[in-house]
Nanobody, 121 residues
Framework: QVQLVESGGGLVQPGGSLRLSCAAS????????MGWYRQAPGKQRELVAT???????NYADSVKGRFTIARDNAKNTVYLHMNSLEPEDTAVYYC???????????????WGQGTQVTVSS
């Protein structure tokens, strides 16, 4: 079994910063891409940022220059540093990881339970 546990969400004022963390644990052979998605009320889940195992990154246009994704491969952990937060960033943020559980299985996508980020004065 694989678990993704997120932390670091909360309430922050516009212009503020937050750091989200997500640690993958359980039966893990290898981890490919890890990333963050978000879902605002009444909207579809959207990509925020992803990072491949080799370090290549991909960001949504709306967060470029403000958010930075990082990962610690030794700890199977991915981070999202969020600066200059705007009310439009308010959403539930979900961690995602592409994980292979054994040498004989394929990669599958796993999701965290989500953490709320609210940007409001």
């Amino acid at each position: 079994q694989v678990q993704l546990v997120e932390s670091g969400g909360g309430l922050v004022q516009p212009g503020g910063s937050l750091r989200l963390s997500c640690a993958a644990s359980g039966s893990i052979f290898s981890v490919n891409a890890m990333g963050w998605y978000r879902q605002a009320p009444g909207k579809q889940r959207e990509l925020v940022a992803t990072m491949a195992n080799g370090g290549n990154t991909n960001y949504a246009d709306s967060v470029k220059g403000r958010f930075t994704i990082a990962r610690d491969n030794a700890k199977n952990t991915v981070y999202l540093h969020m600066n200059s937060l705007e009310p439009e960033d308010t959403a539930v943020y979900y961690c995602n990881a592409n994980i292979r559980r054994t040498a004989y299985t394929s990669y599958n996508n796993y999701w965290g339970q989500g953490t709320q980020v609210t940007v409001s004065s």
